[in-house]
């Protein structure tokens, strides 16, 4: 069973960069499907990135080529470099863990952090 802590999240100035971070528990961490999303208070959650066991990855077009997904297996945890930081990118940051990279929706992942606020302004 994994669990998954975020954080790194902050204020940033738009075109500033950030670097979030989720620390995972669990001895089955590198099988699954690694993904960040956002939510911001009245939207459905966001799928932005996501990165599987083999280290390929997908992006949401609204963070392609300014957003980096990469994880590293020997500490166990999941990062998102954000680049070119906006305003809209404002909104609560979460990783989570599923069986399959298939798609980015939130409901095919099956256990998620608590968020860490990223607010850029």
């Known amino acids: 069973h994994v669990q998954l802590v975020e954080s790194g999240g902050g204020l940033m100035q738009p075109g500033g960069s950030l670097r979030l971070s989720c620390a995972a528990s669990g001895r089955t961490y590198s099988k699954w499907c690694m993904g960040w999303f956002r939510q911001v208070p009245g939207k459905e959650r966001e799928g932005l990135a996501t990165i599987d066991s083999r280290g390929i990855t997908a992006y949401a077009d609204s963070v392609k080529g300014r957003f980096t997904i990469n994880r590293d297996i020997v500490e166990s945890t999941l990062y998102l470099r954000m680049n070119r930081l906006r305003a809209e990118d404002s909104a609560m940051y979460y990783c989570?863990?599923?069986?399959?990279?298939?798609?980015?929706?939130?409901?095919?992942?099956?256990?998620w952090g608590q968020g860490t606020q990223v607010t850029v302004s």
């Open positions: 989570a863990a599923g069986a399959s990279c298939r798609t980015m929706d939130p409901r095919q992942f099956d256990v």
